[in-house]
């Protein structure tokens, strides 16, 4: 028994890998093994000698098999070393010059945005992207049962069984960030608010998240004329085309009154779109006076002050701008994508400087 122990523990101790450990635990403890067998003479003993046997026998294939187990744990951590040694890499070394990534369209649009608005004087402001349903709707003169409501596809937060509070949401629009801007600076302002918007929405031209930018400028005497002035040297710069005409069509929002939606001029060209030119008209964006009862919920007292709002698609502009098809492709990370319609990073947009390659 002692010299059985002596081998097998010993060449348990050698083994060199999996395999050899496999074939020592077959030959010691295996079916047709070596201590296996001795257990099948048990029957021919005596009842004396099976007594001292036995439990002997039994207790020496635990220790092997307890042996072997260990073992395993020990190779497979010196594996696991072994291949860390091997996978280590030096992430501060500098990026490879042609694998450098590019700018996202959105980003790269973002910045154009805010690099025309800035330049009128908006300041740039930001909200969460989760909020309460009282800042995405209510304070926005969007009350519980507005259809309003129903149409957005919003994505509600869950909320623990029995917690009554009230919900909140992934907001569905930018327009909260105005009344949490009222109530943080006052009047007057004129602030945009990009950012990431979510509707449970999802075709070639729709996504769960798409982005907004936000237009707000309050002050004692704002009007819809200040409104179009603004578009139109907005949309003058973006699109790069002088003298590009709007047309506002009456509409409606529960937080403007009035409200319009704004059309640019256009034109298809054998099937190909060209803005700033022709007799068509192509939809871009929601504006209008903002509506009192929102002055108010945003702690600003709409008898002395008045201004205007809007909100435009910022994914939209970047695939009117620069020609992209599929919406979808934005957020699908498909690096092939990215490179040919991604931007360098050095070129940062500036009016000066040119806002595009
Ligand atoms: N919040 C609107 C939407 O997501 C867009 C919008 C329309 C914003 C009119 C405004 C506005 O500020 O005045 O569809």
Same mark, same amino acid.
């Given at each position: ?18 395999? @050899? ?6 030959? @010691?403890?295996? &079916? ?20 001292? #046997? ?11 098999? $307890?042996?072997?187990?260990? &073992?395993?744990? #020990? ?51 930001? %909200? ?21 409501? #129903? ?35 006052? @009047? ?56 590009? &005409? ?31 030119? *022709? ?6 964006? %929601?504006? %209008? ?7 108010? @919920? ?22 009117? &701008?620069? *020609? ?8 699908? $990370? ?9 931007? $360098? ?8 400087? %040119?806002?595009?390659?």
């Amino acid at each position: 028994m002692d010299d059985l122990r002596d081998k097998y523990i010993t060449a348990i101790a050698d083994a060199a890998d999996e395999a @050899a450990l496999e074939d020592i635990r077959v030959q @010691a403890v295996g &079916k047709k093994g070596e201590i296996s067998l001795k257990m099948r003479e048990l029957g021919k003993m005596s009842a004396e000698e099976r007594q001292t #046997a036995g439990p002997a026998l039994n207790a020496l294939k635990d220790e092997i098999n $307890s042996a072997i187990a260990a &073992k395993r744990a #020990a190779l497979a951590d010196a594996a696991l070393d072994e291949r860390l040694r091997g996978e280590w890499l030096d992430v501060t070394l500098p990026a490879r010059h042609r694998r450098r990534g590019t700018v996202h369209p959105v980003s790269q649009v973002t910045e154009e945005v805010t690099a025309i608005f800035a330049d009128m004087g908006f300041a740039v402001a930001e %909200g969460p992207r989760i909020d309460t349903d009282w800042y995405n709707f209510d304070a926005l003169n969007i009350p519980t049962h507005h259809p309003a409501r #129903a149409e957005m596809d919003t994505f509600y937060m869950h909320r623990a069984e029995g917690d009554d509070r009230p919900p909140h949401v992934l907001r569905t629009h930018t327009s909260p960030v105005q009344i949490r801007t009222m109530e943080a600076r006052g @009047a007057p302002l004129r602030i945009i608010c990009p950012g990431g918007v979510y509707r449970a929405d999802y075709d070639q031209t729709h996504t769960p998240m798409f982005h907004q930018v936000e237009g707000l400028a309050i002050d004692r005497d704002i009007s819809m004329a200040n409104l179009k002035w603004v578009l139109e040297e907005f949309f003058a710069a973006f699109f790069e085309v002088d003298g590009i &005409k709007t047309r506002f069509r009456a509409s409606h929002f529960p937080f403007t009154e009035p409200s319009a939606e704004v059309d640019i001029q256009c034109s298809w060209v054998n099937g190909q779109l060209r803005i700033g030119e *022709g007799d068509d008209w192509m939809e871009v964006l %929601g504006s %209008g006076m903002v509506h009192p009862k929102v002055l108010a @919920a945003g702690g600003i007292d709409p008898d002395e002050w008045q201004g205007f709002a809007f909100g435009i698609g910022i994914d939209r502009l970047a695939m009117l &701008k620069y *020609g992209i098809p599929d919406l979808r492709a934005f957020f699908d $990370s498909d690096l092939r994508w990215l490179r040919h319609y991604g931007f $360098s990073a050095l070129d940062v947009p500036t009016l000066h400087g %040119g806002l595009s390659r």
